[in-house]
């Protein structure tokens, strides 16, 4: 089944579908004709949550890229930002604030073309008359499911990709990612499977190997007997 993502750029910004069964690199094409910039010059963040500041890097510019989408763990009306590494690129060009314009806030805010415009246009984000109270209810949300984890719990984070598993190494509130705004799961995962060691710029919050620890929303783990997966062992239950 297709998904429909927001694809946006300095310069663009719009709802496309993508199916999770194409490969990285017709996604790389299909994201040069939407937004211009050329396929081997894409850096590419992806956003769970399309009003969101945080993000993850899941393709760098060059890269020999093999997968499929689906291996990506995009999921539906999440967003996927484009960046352009070609200096000498005319869009570049455009964007670069060095090249002696650039536009005050208040200028920028006047503009008919611009992101932030799309995002008034479409009630997104802090512009969505709804947005306070959607948000005050995801914290809620993910609150009450953050009472019932606890620090050692066995835990398994599954996406359209794959599944994680791991061990719940922290609980709570961390200024530095969101200014202390949501609960958060630490998460020290079997497998090098995450973004971090368990640290978050130069704080310590848990102790985890290289690309074995991550920060992930209450609502995305799942707590109970989930034993490490045993990739040599076969599953009998599937056909």
């Known amino acids: ?11 663009t910004a719009s709802e496309r579908r993508i199916s999770p069964q194409w490969s990285v690199e017709y996604l790389l094409q299909r994201l040069e004709q ?29 890269s ?11 999921a539906g009306y999440s967003r996927i930002h484009v960046i352009d590494t070609d200096p000498n690129s005319t869009l570049a060009a455009l964007e670069d604030d060095s090249a002696g314009f650039q536009l005050s806030e208040e200028d920028y805010a006047k503009k008919s073309n611009t992101v ?15 947005f306070d109270d959607q948000q005050r209810l995801l914290q809620e949300e993910n ?5 019932d ?5 066995r835990c398994r984070v599954i996406n359209i990709a794959s599944e994680r598993r791991g061990v719940v190494r ?36 848990f102790e985890a190997r290289k690309n074995h620890g991550s920060f992930v929303k209450p609502k995305q783990v799942e ?14 239950e599937e056909i």
């Open 64 to 74: 020999k890229d093999e997968r499929d989408v689906s291996e990506l763990g995009v």
């Open 34 to 62: 939407i937004t211009g910039i050329e396929a081997a010059y894409q850096t590419l963040h992806y956003y769970p949550i399309k009003t969101s500041n945080e993000y993850s890097t899941i393709h760098e510019a060059g």
């Open 1 to 11: 089944m297709d998904l429909s993502v927001y694809i946006t750029s300095d310069l």
């Open 170 to 205: 922290f609980v709570g509130k961390i200024q530095e990612l969101d200014e202390g705004e949501n609960y958060w799961v630490g998460i020290e995962f079997d497998e090098p499977v995450g973004k971090n060691d368990g640290s978050i710029g130069q704080l310590r919050v």
């Open 143 to 147: 609150e009450k499911i953050a009472e």
């Open 149 to 153: 984890i606890k620090v050692g719990n």
């Open 116 to 130: 932030l415009q799309w995002k008034k246009q479409n009630q997104l984000g802090r512009f969505d008359p709804n």
């Open 223 to 236: 707590v109970g007997d989930f034993p490490e997966l045993d990739p040599f062992g076969s599953d009998e």
